[in-house]
């Protein structure tokens, strides 16, 4: 899941859109009060101080609640400090004024696959996919074919993330979550070139090291995959990924 929220947070990289024609809107001078709340709120964010970003959003929304960037990022904060339903509602809201706002859908499909509501995610995630301007389309096929992954819908899992990587040949998430639908299906031969071609690219990708090492072992060359175990026990000292990889030594050992 972690990889999935590294993708999330990269959609705060918003502009703020000028309202439509048939959209509610309030006047020029706090429209424009309200942008530079918002852009304060963004700075904060990107420099991780959740709570300085919530306190420029909540002025920003104030002002002007008829921007749907604003409500968007408002739902990122609060997904980002577990507040699901303020997050639902804020990313709802987006999608409310701007049906067509793929980083609302994206952000709302990613927060319904935290929660396992894998169907609900899919929706969202296909909604992102339908604007064909959309910029982040990398990160919502990826989101998308992971979703098929934890639903065991191998076949469309494949597709999507084969088409993540064709659409961007150096997303690297993407390789790492196409090798885990290959050994999902015991196709190991498959999953070790995909998994090698990401650590080429990105080579203290933990995630990726521990599922290569899980290939090693799978074909009984158990040296290469306690080397790559002990790899990531170095590289994620403190987390997840070093806390499986010390389990799986532990059988291995």
């Known amino acids: 899941m972690r990889v999935i929220r590294y993708i999330i947070l990269i959609c705060l990289s918003l502009s703020v859109v000028a309202a439509s024609c048939g959209r509610p809107h309030v006047g020029a001078d706090d429209a424009r009060k309200a942008k530079g709340y918002y852009e304060l709120a963004v700075a904060s964010m990107n420099g991780g101080d959740a709570t300085g970003a919530l306190n420029e959003l909540l002025k920003a929304v104030e002002i002007n609640p008829y921007d749907p960037d604003i409500h968007n990022a408002l739902g990122l904060v609060y997904y980002s400090n577990e507040k699901y339903t303020k997050a639902i509602s804020h990313f709802q809201k987006a999608i409310e004024l701007d049906p067509q706002h793929s980083d609302a859908h994206h952000n709302l499909g990613h927060l319904y696959l935290t929660q396992g509501r894998y169907d609900l995610a899919t929706a969202e995630f296909q909604q992102a996919l339908e604007n064909d301007l959309y910029r982040n389309r990398a990160q919502t096929l990826n989101a998308l074919g992971y979703t098929y992954y934890k639903k065991r819908d191998y076949l469309k899992a494949e597709e999507t993330l084969k088409g993540c990587i064709e659409h961007d040949r150096l997303y690297f998430l993407a390789y790492d979550n196409l090798a885990k639908v290959y050994i999902a299906l015991e196709r190991y031969d498959d999953a070790r070139p995909i998994l090698e071609q990401a650590l080429q690219m990105q080579p203290l990708f933990p995630e990726a090291m521990l599922d290569l090492g899980l290939v090693y072992w799978k074909i009984?060359?158990?040296?290469?995959?306690?080397?790559?175990?002990?790899?990531?026990?170095?590289?994620?000292?403190?987390?997840?990924?070093?806390?499986?990889?010390?389990e799986y030594l532990g059988l291995l050992e």
Do not use: H, S, Y
């Open 220 to 246: 009984n060359k158990k040296n290469q995959a306690v080397d790559l175990f002990k790899r990531v026990k170095q590289i994620d000292p403190l987390g997840e990924f070093g806390a499986r990889a010390d």
